[in-house]
Each structure stands twice: as C-alpha cells, then as structure tokens.
C-alpha cells in the first residue's frame, strides 16, 4: 500500500500520540499533507492541528524540512520518491470529538491524529495500532469498528480503511473497558463501557438489542453494516454523542446507567437508551443519505447546509418514537419527551429571531458556540427540527388519510440511497414529501422551514388524537410534562432568569426577554446576593418570590466586577409556556405506537 500508519500511545501521562506516516508515490513536485479542521456530525471548526505538538520527516534515510503552508497543512520539497512523518498529538480533550489518553484509557477520533496525503485520498489505507508499553498498561485492550486485517487477542494490530473518509469515521477506544456483546438482525454488536460504574450489562444488552433490530426492520433490512460498537466513556459529568458510519462515541454518566435489580426506566436510563437510539439512527440518516453538500465532506472548512433540520431534527424525532413503538417506554413517559421538546422551544425567544433552516447555517458560528444570550437569539434545529418532524408527519397521515406517513419518506430516502448513493438537495426532502402526501406541501414548509411562524403543533397532536395543555413553570427545574395544571391555579412569580450556585454563589447565567431579571438590569455573571433584604441560595429564590407575590418591587443587591449594585426587581407571574400532552380516547389513531408499513 502506498500509504501507511502507525499510532501508540507513546507518552499516556502527557497525554501524547506518537504517529508514524510511511507514503510512496508521492507528488514529486511536492507532497502536500493536511488534517481536518472539523469533524462530521459537530458543525464547528475545531482546528485539530493546534494539537500537534511535533512533526518530524524523514526520506531515504535523511532528515526533511517541511514547509507549513497554514495551520492544518504541511508540504515536502519536490524531487522525493517516498516520505516518512512522525509527529506527536496532545490529547487531552474528554470528549467525543477529538482525542484523550492518560494512565487509565486512550481514545482518538481518526480526524484528531491522522494526517491525510493529499492525492491519496482513495487509496485502500494501511493502519497499525500499537500498545503503550509498560506493565502498567498490560491488561489494555483495543476495540473499533475499524475493519481489521491482523490483530492479537487484545485488538492491537494491523488494520484497514477503504480510504481517507473511512480511517477518520472509526473512533478507537484503548484501556480495560468492559464489553458487552449482542447480535440485532443478525448482526454482531458491541457496548465497550469505559471508566468507574456498576450496572445491568443484561438489561443493557437486551433494551439495546430492541432497539437496534427496530431501527433496522424499520428501513427493510438488511443492516447497512457488518458490525457495530457503542463506544460509551462513563465521566462524572457530561453527556452527549457523535455518529460514525459503524459506531457511535457517547458520553454519560454512571447515573444514565440501569440499576441492578431495578426493571424501571428512569429519567436518566432513558435518557442513554434515547441517544444510543438517536445516534443509531443516524447510521441511516446522514452516515448515508446525507446532503449533496456533505459529499464529498470539504474538511478544510464550512460546509453550510440548510438540512440539519432534517437530519439532527427529524433524527432527534425517530430516537423517542422508537422507545415507545418497541415498548421500553409508556404512553405518558413519551408524551413527557415531547412537551420538554415543546417547551424547550416555547421558552426561547430565539425561535422569533431564527428560522430552523438559518439555525442549520448558522451551526458552524451560532449554535456550536453559544453565549448566555442563545436562548434570546437562536432556535435548536435538533428540538425545532423535532416539531417539524412531527408536524410534518401530520401533515402527510392527514392528507392520505392515514396510508403514509412520514415513516415513508425516510424508506423513500433509503431505497433511493441504496440505488444511487448521491446526496440530498436542499429541497429535495419537501419535494419527496408532497409526493407521498399526494398534496403540495409548499405552503407548510415555506412556513415551518423559512420563517419564524408558530409551527402548527397543536393542530397536528389535535389531529393525532393528544390535548395539549398550558401553564406556567412550577419551579426552576420545571421543564414540562407530567399532569396539566388546574386551570384556575395562578402563576407564580419568576426570576425570568437561570441561576447557578456553587460555592454559596447565586450566578446568573441566562437572562431571558421579557423577564423580570431583564427590566431590573441583570446580566449574565452577575452574582445576586439579597432579594428583599434576604441573603439568597440558588435555591430559595423561588419560595422568596412566592412570598412576595401580591409586591410590585422588590430590592435586590448584586455585585457586577467586584462592585455592590442595587435595583428594583418587578415581581412577575412566570409565563404560561409549560407544556403537557394528555391522550385523547375519544379520538382513535394509530400514532404514535405503530409505524405505517
């Protein structure tokens, strides 16, 4: 192979990747080598070449002096026949997109350490991943969906990418993980767990093994991989996960995990089998059927798209739907998911600002760099993205009476991938969708897509048989679903504001339009320390306020940069923008439980 790799950890406790890079065939006028700037699936320049710490060359046995043209690319001199690079990566980022490694575990994503050689793009690629050394690390095993050639017993060894595009797409896990094994459809799949935790390894075998068999008779079968790995790295905080074509990298905490003994799913076990069901499905949708823009990726900068909305919104709409459809939820459960979703939008003022479609261009510059005033500016093309998804799914049961759903436009989608393989047009999902509505769809998605309308969410669960119900927030961690209000309870007062408080301090992180916090001058980082004369918590705030619900004002002290401030609070009801959904027996439908086929 004219391209090779060799990758070890070479120094864990500073956190360094030692890459060797072997290319023949090179361009004898000048071989051009370069790293990604981003990532697929996190839409922001995250210019991985910050952390190369060293770059050495070497050909025929002699030192070469690169040249750097910028700051991801590297060029050799003309008049060489084959080129050796050996550079370090620092890697000391605990997420899924880029690369970590220290005494107790290594992991990299292929766009944080290998160099790409331009030319060579397409060329079949040559992957040996190596061992740290030490006793220390004896017991460190390797696990990727990488396709390997000729590995030992603990997965180190020679691997092999059809090209660049697939070396970069199998993120790599090294340490002593626990592994659990399971087949869905036939197909092997792998849980690598790593990090301090006790679980359910059955439950998590079998609730994931529901899931991904649903995923996978959902779009016809057979699976589009050979095998698949939920790489999950188990912290004390944080959570979230990226998409690979035959693997996903989550990260949660050991409270998302199921307990022992304990058949119930909770709030946070739900919310881990919501994104192993999220980040599958995007094994289909944008690992695959992807956008025209996105093929090839141009990893080198922006790549701007309006379609999040469909492929992170219409995604994030199929994660939850799967759970009930296989029954690992209830009814209510799922009727919770969808008025957080609702909610989450009707809080942000942002949506009044942004289109869903302007959300997805602005990904790289907004979304992915968000500031204490996000909720006033931007909307969440995942969450709006959602409430399309279903308004969109209304829309085409309503116009078929009930014959088609939105279930097949995505099999519409995969059937036309398989045959072609080409990427989507920016409208070509709203041109499919009015064909199997049989219906011209243009007036809903020049709405719901290119304005900042009021989607037509309870038209829509009112068609499909679900009430939808108002009120005001109950407490600060009131974030929708459960019972609806009484209708005759009063509002109470809210801060119109998010507070945090370690270390005894009231911090405000988030100071909402047309709240209280605003028309008394606060901003972000400000620190509140006495309302009404009353030394405050974090979380006393709103039984304070309750206490004073009939007052107009209220004195409140705060320091800004280290100076004491006074002002007057407005005491004011919390708006009605709580949302819960409630079945409705009267109406009978097949939504939201069972799929059109």
Known sequence: MSVSYTLKPSHPEAHQFEVTLHATEINSEGQLFTLPNWIPGSYMIRDFSKNILSIDAHSGGKSIALAKLGKSSWLAPAGLSEITLT??????????????????HGFFNGTSVFLSVAGQEHQTLDVDLQAPDGDAFKEWRLATSLKAKNVNAAGYGHYQAVDYDDLIDHPVEMGTFERIEFEACGVPHEVILTGDFHTDNDRIARDLTIICEAQIKFFGGPAPVDRYVFMVMIVGDGYGGLEHRASTAL??????????????????????????????????????????????????????????WFFEGITS???????????????????????????????????????VTDSSLDAWNKFYKQDSNAPNAIVSYYAKGALVSLCLDAQIRQATNGQKSLDDLMRLLWARWLDNKQGLGEREPEQLASEIAGKDLSEFFAKALY?????????????????????????????????PNDENDA??????????????????????????????????????IA???????????????????????????????????????????????????????????????????
């Open 87 to 104: 550079y370090l990566v620092y890697a000391w980022d605990l997420s899924v997109r880029s690369a970590h490694l220290d005494n107790e």
């Open 531 to 597: 309302i009404d004369n009353i030394i405050v918590s974090s979380g006393d705030i709103a039984d304070l306020l309750q206490r004073h619900a009939t007052s107009a004002l209220l004195t409140l002290h705060y320091s800004r940069h280290g100076v004491l401030r006074t002002t007057q609070l407005p005491v004011m009801p919390a708006p009605v923008d709580t949302c819960s959904l409630s079945f409705n027996d009267e109406k009978v439908v097949a939504w939201p439980t069972t799929p059109t086929t």
């Open 451 to 483: 304005t900042t309308e009021e989607l037509p969410v309870e038209e829509s669960l009112n068609y499909l048989g679900v009430d939808v119900h108002w009120r005001a927030r109950k407490s600060l961690s009131d974030t929708g679903g459960g019972k």
């Open 491 to 528: 509002p109470s007062p809210w801060l119109g504001a998010n507070v945090d408080g370690p270390s005894g301090k009231v911090s405000v992180t988030h100071v909402f339009a047309g709240g209280a916090a605003l028309a008394a001058g606060l901003a972000p980082g400000d620190i509140i």
């Open 317 to 355: 709409y199929y994660d939850d739907l799967f759970l009930i459809r296989t029954g690992l939820i209830s009814q209510q459960q799922y009727f919770d998911l969808m008025s957080k979703t609702i909610t989450r939008i009707q809080r942000g003022s942002g949506r009044m600002i942004q289109s």
């Open 251 to 308: 990260l949660i905490t050991r409270e998302h995990l199921p307990i022992v003994g304990d058949d119930s799913v909770n709030d946070k076990y739900l919310s881990f089998l919501g994104l192993c069901s999220h980040e599958y499905f995007h094994t289909w949708n944008v690992k695959r059927i992807k956008p025209a823009e996105f093929v090839p990726y141009k990893l080198e900068e922006e790549s701007y798209t309006q379609l999040l």
